[in-house]
Every structure is written in structure tokens, then in C-alpha cells.
């Protein structure tokens, strides 16, 4: 889901500023979707993927001995050292839910790649595809 929202919401709102303050690089001047492949520095990405390790390695641990998704420092909504629910029903519920909202939305992102990478446009104006076999 999260990254769904990281796909759209480039499309209502940019932070001020620079991204990249050494490369001269504003917020404003990313696009949205696959464009901003190669407009970010590496360095960005760089950023990016540390963080994730960190958060990967570092405060969401597996724990063999626990559900998917039901991590020790991760409370509810994935809040870190956030209160967590007690175990039962209701916990169980919820973290399969949240296994099936996941999937939901790696289906949706796929989806928007491809479109994007159709049409130039996460929203998908197919007007811009030329190239469909159905024209």
C-alpha cells in the first residue's frame, strides 16, 4: 500500500525544496512514476536502500517463533515499539488482513508500472499508446 501511495501522491503534493541541494536537484523537478528513475542522484538512492536495511535488519527482526508480519518491535499498524494487540482472535484477524492488503497492493503497483510504462503516465492515458493492437 505504501507504495501505491508513493506512486500517486507526487501527483497532488511535492515538498518544497531540494532534494539534492549539491546537484541542484528541487523537488518539483522530479516527475511522478518511472521517470523519476534517473532524475533522483545516487546518492538518494543510496539513502533509500540503507534505510530499509536498517529498518529490515535492525527493528523488524523474523522471528522464527512468531506469525508473519507480528514482529517483536512492530506494534499496531507497524508503528514502531507501538502498542501491540493481544494474542487471540482479533490479532489474528488483523495480521491476515494486513497479508492480504499487501498483496492487494504489489498487485496494484505492478499494474501502475505497466501502465506507466505503456502510456508515460501512472494514470494511464491510453490515448498516448499508439501501439495498441487494438487501434
Known amino acids: 500500500m505504501w507504495a501505491c501511495m508513493g506512486y500517486i501522491t507526487p ?15 528541487a523537488f ?15 546518492a538518494g538512492w543510496v539513502q533509500i536502500f540503507l534505510f530499509c536495511g536498517v529498518l529490515e535488519k ?10 508473519p508480519g507480528d514482529y517483536e518491535n512492530g506494534g499496531v499498524l507497524g508503528v514502531p515499539n507501538g502498542s501491540t494487540l493481544p494474542a487471540g482472535e482479533l490479532k489474528s484477524r488483523k495480521l491476515n488482513s ?4 499487501g498483496r492487494l497492493a504489489m498487485m496494484a503497483i505492478i499494474g501502475m508500472f505497466y501502465q506507466d510504462g505503456l502510456t508515460g503516465s501512472a494514470w494511464g492515458d491510453w490515448e498516448l ?7
Not at 494486513?98 to 492488503?101: M, S, Y
Not at 499508446?129 to 487501434?135: E, G, I, K, N, Q
Request: overall charge neutral; proline content about 12%; aromatic content about 14%.
Open 98 to 101: 494486513e497479508i492480504a492488503n
Open 28 to 42: 518539483t523537478d522530479i516527475p511522478n512514476g518511472l521517470a523519476a528513475l534517473s532524475k533522483v542522484p545516487g
Open 129 to 135: 499508446y499508439t501501439d495498441s493492437p487494438l487501434r
Open 58 to 67: 535492525g527493528l523488524f527482526v523474523y522471528d522464527p517463533s512468531r506469525a
Open 11 to 25: 501527483e497532488y503534493f511535492k515538498w518544497p525544496g531540494f532534494c539534492s541541494p549539491s546537484k541542484g536537484v
